[in-house]
Structures are given as structure tokens and as C-alpha cells.
């Protein structure tokens, strides 16, 4: 069934409801002197390059390999579209390793056709913090497609992880894997539903008029929520604090120190946005909000050649209701034009999912994690970790 995955250390579907095995690494770490030191083979026409992501000239390659053959819906509809910008800002996290930005080229014409990267993150597995790679942007060229390639991409930057000496990674996709630590549900909030039914992402519901479906998902023109103001450098050490004992709650989270807030958090234009709620009489910050930038390509439409798509990302409400809270990312999210606000069931997001007019989309997200074993899946709202 699964060629590769069978050789690799994931937990197999054959165990599932094995509740002999212990949780945690499913290998040992090895000494660095047993990690080979060359590169895997890959077939005689193409060659590994390192990509220097700060180039302008590399980061355009990637983008354009990107924007031509990354992510689809089923229906071949839509193409995620992220930008320059925010891949500069995915890949460079504190502590990043250039050394895992992992190019494929054809060696006579050097035309880039694969890419696939990781970063480090310190994620918290129950009681445990582990340092990890994030693995993303896993892309083999659609005319380089079942030739086995990815296989030898994922080896390769395992191999580069092991060379930094860590040994377990996450990661996420749309398509089953052995085997999902948890499998979430992606929700679509119409902002411009005008758009999003003309471009064919969502349909006109039964009964409905255009006039009412626009009337259905109006929203305020200005933020209500007393305090609610953008996130600046500042409120980086409050933030931290805040989100740290927020995610403590979830059974997998990343553990964020304050570079990391200031690097995924900080307000970044075009790429993230993040709110909070400040008391207005003691400045204390008692909720926070954020979601990233990523447009999806819409593939062949007379009148339209992007979708302008929100994501939610962390949410934390002490004070203010996480209802209310997300009701005002969704209007700063209008006033800046996006068409839709997505969403994952995870974290506490079902809560606010029906209420604030989310629908259920058509994607499924599995999460994974490599070499490490958990007893049982986890349903989503044991999830504390939004990836790219
Ligand atoms: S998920 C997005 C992945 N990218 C896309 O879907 C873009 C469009 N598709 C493509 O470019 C986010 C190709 O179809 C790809 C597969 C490249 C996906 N993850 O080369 P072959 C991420 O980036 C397995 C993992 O012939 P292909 C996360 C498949 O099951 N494995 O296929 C990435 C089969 O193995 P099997 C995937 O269509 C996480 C084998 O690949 C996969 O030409 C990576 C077939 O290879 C996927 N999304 O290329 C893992 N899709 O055993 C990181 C297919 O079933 C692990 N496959 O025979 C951790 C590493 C670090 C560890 C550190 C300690
Ligand atoms: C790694 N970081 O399928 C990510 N998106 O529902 C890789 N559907 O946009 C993994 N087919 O449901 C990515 N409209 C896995 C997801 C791949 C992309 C994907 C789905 C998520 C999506 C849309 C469009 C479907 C078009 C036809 C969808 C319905 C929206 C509707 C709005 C109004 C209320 C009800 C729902």
C-alpha cells in the first residue's frame, strides 16, 4: 500500500488501537557519525541545490514553482498562491537552518523543479517538549509527477534534520498518510460571497437570492470590542506570556519563547495580522487575535485570477468571548479586502464556527509527526498548532 511510508518511523495504520505501545520516539536517536554524510542519489538528470531564500532571484524560482504546481482543491479549482513575502517569513524563523530549504534542479537547463524545507520548532507533545522540523512546501514539478521523487525528498531533509541532531518532525497534508495524529475540518466564513459564488467556491444555497446571501454575511464597518487595537513590538513579552498559558491547555502546541512571538506574530503586511484587547484602564492584555495572508490562484475564470483568503491562526480570550473576538478579526478582515476567512476545528475554534456563519468546506487537514508515536488520535480540539 504504502511503499515508503512503511519503511519510514510513523505510526502504521496495523497498530492503530495497539494499546501495548508506549507513546513517544518510535526510534532512538543516532550518534551523528552514523547520519550519512552525502546527499541521496537522485536520478542522473537533476541535482540538490541549497536555496539561499534571502536572493531575490532563488525566492522568485521557488515562487513561480510554487504558484504553478503547488496545492489544489479536488476539483482542480483553486492553487494556493502564497507569497514572496510570507515564504521569506515561513522560512526564516529564529534559529532557522538554511541547510533545510531543499531544492531539486534539472542539471543541463537548471530549471528548479522541487522543493521541499523544514524548520526548527519546539513543540510540546503532552508533557514533552520536543525540538522538531516543521516540514512544508513539499513540491515535485506536474510533469516530474509518480516518478518517486518525493520519497527521496523526504530522506533528504530528514537527513539534513539529523544533522542537526533532532529527530522528530511535523507536518500536514490534505491526503491520508500512516497515520493522522488528529484530522481537522477546514471552514469558510464568506466575506465577499458575491465573488466566491461567481468563481465557483461556494454556491448559492437553497432558497436563497444573491441580494439575501449578501445580507446574510454583512458585518460591521468598525471593530466593537473596547481595546482592540493591532499588536505592536511592545506587547511582545505580554503576548507570550498570554499565549504560553493558553496553549498549555492542548495536548500538542508549539512552545513559543518571545522571538517567536515577535517572528510569527508580529503584525508583517501582506502576510500576518494580529490583534489584541488591552484594558483600557490598566493596559492589561487580555485577548489576542491573528490570522495569516495566503491568496489561492483560480484557475481558469474570465473575471477573476485570485481569491483573497484569510486564515485563522492563534486565538487567545481570557475577557473578551472568543465569539467576539474572531467577529472582529472577520471585520478587519473585510476592511482589507479579503473574499473569505478560513478556519480549522481546532483549538476551541468549533465554539465560534456556526455562530459566526462559518460553513464546512470540502478539505480535510491531517496532522502527522515523524518518529514519534502517539496512543491514540486526538481530536482536533486537543490540537494547539496552526502550520503554514
Ligand atoms: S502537504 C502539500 C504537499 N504538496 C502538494 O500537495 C503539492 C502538489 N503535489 C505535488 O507536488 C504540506 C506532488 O504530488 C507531491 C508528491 C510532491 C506531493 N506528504 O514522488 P511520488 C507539506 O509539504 C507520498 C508526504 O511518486 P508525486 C508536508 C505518497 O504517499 N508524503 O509522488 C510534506 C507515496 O508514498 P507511499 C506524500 O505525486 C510532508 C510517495 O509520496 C505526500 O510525484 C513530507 C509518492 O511519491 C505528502 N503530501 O509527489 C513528509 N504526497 O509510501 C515529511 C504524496 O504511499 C516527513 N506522498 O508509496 C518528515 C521529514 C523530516 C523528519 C526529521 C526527523
Ligand atoms: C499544508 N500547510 O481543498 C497545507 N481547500 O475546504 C496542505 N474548499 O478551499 C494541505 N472543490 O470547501 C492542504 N468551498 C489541504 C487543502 C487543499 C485545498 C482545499 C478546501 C478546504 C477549499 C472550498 C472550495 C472547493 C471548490 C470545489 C470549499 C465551500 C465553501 C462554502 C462557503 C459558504 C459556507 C459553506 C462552505
Same mark, same amino acid.
Given at each position: 500500500?504504502?511503499?515508503?511510508?512503511?519503511?519510514?518511523?510513523?505510526?502504521?495504520?496495523?497498530?492503530?488501537?495497539?494499546?501495548?505501545?508506549?507513546?513517544?520516539?518510535?526510534e532512538?536517536?543516532?550518534?551523528?557519525?552514523?547520519?550519512?554524510?552525502?546527499?541521496?542519489?537522485?536520478?542522473?538528470?537533476?541535482?540538490?541545490?541549497?536555496?539561499?531564500?534571502?536572493?531575490?532571484?532563488?525566492?522568485?524560482?521557488?515562487?513561480?514553482?510554487?504558484?504553478?504546481?503547488?496545492v489544489?482543491?479536488?476539483e482542480?479549482?483553486f492553487?494556493?498562491?502564497?507569497?514572496?513575502?510570507?515564504?521569506?517569513?515561513?522560512?526564516?524563523?529564529?534559529?532557522?537552518?538554511?541547510?533545510?530549504?531543499?531544492?531539486?534542479?534539472?542539471?543541463?537547463?537548471?530549471k528548479?523543479?522541487?522543493?521541499?524545507?523544514?524548520?526548527?520548532?519546539?513543540?510540546?507533545?503532552?508533557?514533552?517538549?520536543?525540538?522538531?522540523?516543521?516540514?512544508?512546501?513539499?513540491?515535485?514539478?506536474k510533469?516530474l509527477?509518480?516518478?518517486?521523487?518525493?520519497?527521496?525528498?523526504?530522506?533528504?531533509?530528514?537527513r539534513?534534520?539529523?544533522l542537526?541532531?533532532?529527530?522528530?518532525?511535523?507536518?500536514?497534508?490534505?491526503?491520508?498518510?500512516?497515520?493522522?495524529?488528529?484530522?481537522?475540518?477546514?471552514?469558510?466564513?464568506?466575506?465577499?460571497?458575491?465573488?466566491?459564488i461567481?468563481?465557483?467556491?461556494?454556491?448559492?444555497?437553497?432558497?436563497?437570492?444573491?441580494?439575501?446571501?449578501?445580507?446574510?454575511?454583512?458585518?460591521?464597518?468598525?471593530?466593537?470590542?473596547?481595546?482592540?487595537?493591532k499588536?505592536?513590538?511592545?506587547?511582545?513579552?505580554?503576548?507570550?506570556?498570554? $499565549?504560553?498559558? &493558553? *496553549?498549555?491547555?492542548?495536548?500538542?502546541?508549539?512552545?513559543?519563547?518571545?522571538? +517567536?512571538?515577535?517572528?510569527? #506574530? !508580529?503584525?508583517?503586511?501582506?502576510?500576518v495580522d494580529?490583534?489584541?484587547?488591552?484594558?483600557?484602564?490598566?493596559?492589561?492584555?487580555?485577548?489576542?487575535?491573528?490570522?495569516?495572508t495566503?491568496?489561492?490562484?483560480?484557475?481558469?475564470?474570465?473575471?477573476?485570477?485570485?481569491?483573497?483568503?484569510?486564515?485563522?491562526y492563534?486565538?487567545?480570550?481570557?475577557?473578551?468571548?472568543l465569539?467576539?473576538?474572531?467577529n472582529?478579526?472577520?471585520i478587519?478582515?473585510?476592511?482589507?479586502?479579503?473574499?473569505?476567512?478560513?478556519?480549522?476545528d481546532?483549538?476551541?475554534?468549533?465554539?465560534?464556527?456556526?455562530d459566526?456563519k462559518?460553513?464546512?468546506?470540502?478539505?480535510? $487537514?491531517?496532522? &502527522? *509527526?515523524?518518529?514519534?508515536?502517539?496512543?491514540?488520535?486526538?481530536?482536533?480540539? +486537543?490540537?494547539?498548532?496552526? #502550520? !503554514?
Amino acid at each position: 500500500r504504502h511503499k515508503f511510508w512503511e519503511t519510514q518511523p510513523v505510526g502504521q495504520f496495523k497498530e492503530i488501537g495497539d494499546t501495548s505501545l508506549p507513546e513517544g520516539p518510535i526510534e532512538p536517536p543516532k550518534l551523528l557519525s552514523e547520519v550519512k554524510q552525502e546527499p541521496y542519489n537522485l536520478p542522473n538528470l537533476y541535482e540538490w541545490v541549497t536555496c539561499d531564500i534571502d536572493s531575490e532571484e532563488m525566492c522568485a524560482e521557488i515562487y513561480i514553482l510554487l504558484t504553478n504546481n503547488y496545492v489544489e482543491d479536488d476539483e482542480n479549482m483553486f492553487r494556493f498562491n502564497y507569497s514572496k513575502e510570507f515564504l521569506r517569513w515561513a522560512l526564516r524563523p529564529p534559529g532557522y537552518f538554511k541547510s533545510w530549504h531543499i531544492g531539486v534542479r534539472v542539471k543541463s537547463s537548471k530549471k528548479l523543479v522541487a522543493f521541499i524545507t523544514g524548520v526548527p520548532a519546539r513543540i510540546r507533545v503532552r508533557d514533552n517538549v520536543v525540538t522538531m522540523a516543521e516540514v512544508n512546501f513539499l513540491c515535485v514539478h506536474k510533469k516530474l509527477r509518480s516518478k518517486r521523487l518525493a520519497p527521496v525528498m523526504i530522506k533528504e531533509v530528514t537527513r539534513r534534520v539529523h544533522l542537526e541532531n533532532i529527530w522528530q518532525a511535523a507536518y500536514t497534508a490534505g491526503v491520508v498518510l500512516p497515520t493522522p495524529v488528529s484530522t481537522c475540518q477546514y471552514w469558510h466564513r464568506s466575506l465577499n460571497p458575491k465573488k466566491l459564488i461567481d468563481v465557483g467556491f461556494s454556491r448559492l444555497g437553497a432558497r436563497m437570492t444573491m441580494s439575501r446571501t449578501i445580507k446574510l454575511y454583512k458585518l460591521p464597518e468598525s471593530t466593537v470590542t473596547p481595546g482592540f487595537r493591532k499588536m505592536e513590538p511592545h506587547d511582545v513579552p505580554a503576548v507570550t506570556r498570554l $499565549l504560553r498559558e &493558553y *496553549l498549555s491547555q492542548f495536548a500538542i502546541a508549539p512552545d513559543f519563547d518571545e522571538n +517567536e512571538v515577535e517572528h510569527w #506574530l !508580529l503584525p508583517k503586511e501582506n502576510v500576518v495580522d494580529s490583534f489584541l484587547v488591552a484594558s483600557p484602564v490598566t493596559h492589561e492584555i487580555t485577548d489576542f487575535c491573528s490570522f495569516y495572508t495566503l491568496p489561492s490562484s483560480i484557475l481558469g475564470n474570465q473575471n477573476y485570477s485570485t481569491l483573497k483568503a484569510a486564515y485563522s491562526y492563534y486565538n487567545v480570550s481570557t475577557k473578551t468571548p472568543l465569539f467576539q473576538l474572531v467577529n472582529d478579526a472577520l471585520i478587519v478582515a473585510k476592511q482589507k479586502d479579503f473574499d473569505v476567512f478560513n478556519a480549522l476545528d481546532l483549538m476551541q475554534n468549533e465554539t465560534f464556527l456556526k455562530d459566526l456563519k462559518f460553513g464546512p468546506g470540502y478539505g480535510k $487537514l491531517h496532522y &502527522y *509527526l515523524y518518529n514519534y508515536r502517539l496512543r491514540h488520535a486526538l481530536p482536533p480540539s +486537543e490540537l494547539g498548532l496552526v #502550520l !503554514l
